[in-house]
């Protein structure tokens, strides 16, 4: 199988160009309509990203309705052009149709479960969907969000960047191309840029951080530090979300 979207990513990453992961809920865009609505709202705010690469994330941290979460992926493959990829909370997030899927370890999670066991679950269904797998290592950084409880995470705290650092190593040694910081969707405090830079000086893979993400001062602080893609979700959700999005992005600069 051609890893197209990886090598894309990888392209992007060298030529100093900014991913930004749009972060689709599934269950919080529950009907058709919902999904279609997001699906134009997503690919107009993408024409404003001249400097950025733009790819759709599908998925969530309960990821209980399977049904939803294909449904979604089906109509936004339909409606845009924009490279999908799967973001599963379980197996239940492993569907048909899209790109890629983040193949994740959540590897400070005190439950072997989210660290090896659904993987093994879910890698047949991946394989017979064909979907690009993207192996990353999944990281919650902070307590108190969804990733954390569903993830039974052992967070690891916003002002201990050697720990991310010391399980970005072990990422990177087990074979692991891409580490993702997630502080959580609707984290009050975002991964601080210190976390990144100290997680970039041992990790030489693709670097991607989320959560708390609403600024485009945030969003640069993070770039600078040497992230090469940031997840935006719980913003464009909220009401306006996509005019702030939208103005976030035109600020967003290397």
């Not at 879910?122 to 409880?149: C, D, H, N, Q």
Request: glycine fraction near 10%; include cysteine; proline fraction near 4%.
């Amino acid at each position: 199988m051609r890893n197209k979207v990886e090598t894309r990513l990888k392209k992007c990453k060298k030529g100093g160009k900014t991913t930004i992961f749009l972060l689709v809920d599934s269950e919080n865009f529950s009907t058709t309509s919902n999904v279609e609505k997001i699906a134009r709202e997503l690919l107009n705010a993408s024409k404003n990203m001249k400097n950025l690469f733009p790819v759709i994330l599908v998925g969530g941290s309960s990821a209980t309705d399977q049904m939803g979460m294909d449904r979604a992926v089906r109509i936004l493959r339909k409606k845009t052009k924009l490279p999908i990829v799967l973001f599963p909370g379980n197996i239940t997030g492993v569907v048909p149709k899209a790109h890629a899927i983040l193949f994740t370890s959540l590897m400070n999670s005190e439950n072997p479960y989210y660290i090896t066991q659904a993987q093994a679950l879910g890698a047949p269904l991946v394989r017979k969907m064909k979907l690009e797998a993207l192996p990353t290592a999944y990281l919650i950084i902070g307590e108190g969000t969804s990733a954390w409880f569903f993830g039974n995470a052992r967070g690891i705290p916003f002002d201990k960047p050697k720990i991310a650092a010391a399980y970005a190593m072990a990422a990177q040694y087990m074979g692991m191309r891409f580490v993702y910081l997630e502080a959580g969707s609707g984290a009050k405090q975002n991964v601080t840029p210190e976390m990144v830079q100290t997680v970039r000086s041992v990790f030489d893979g693709f670097l991607m951080v989320g959560g708390g993400i609403r600024s485009a001062k945030t969003a640069n602080s993070l770039i600078k530090a040497g992230a090469d893609g940031l997840v935006i979700g719980t913003l464009l959700e909220q009401t306006g979300g996509l005019k702030k999005f939208t103005e976030m992005v035109k600020s967003i600069q290397k």
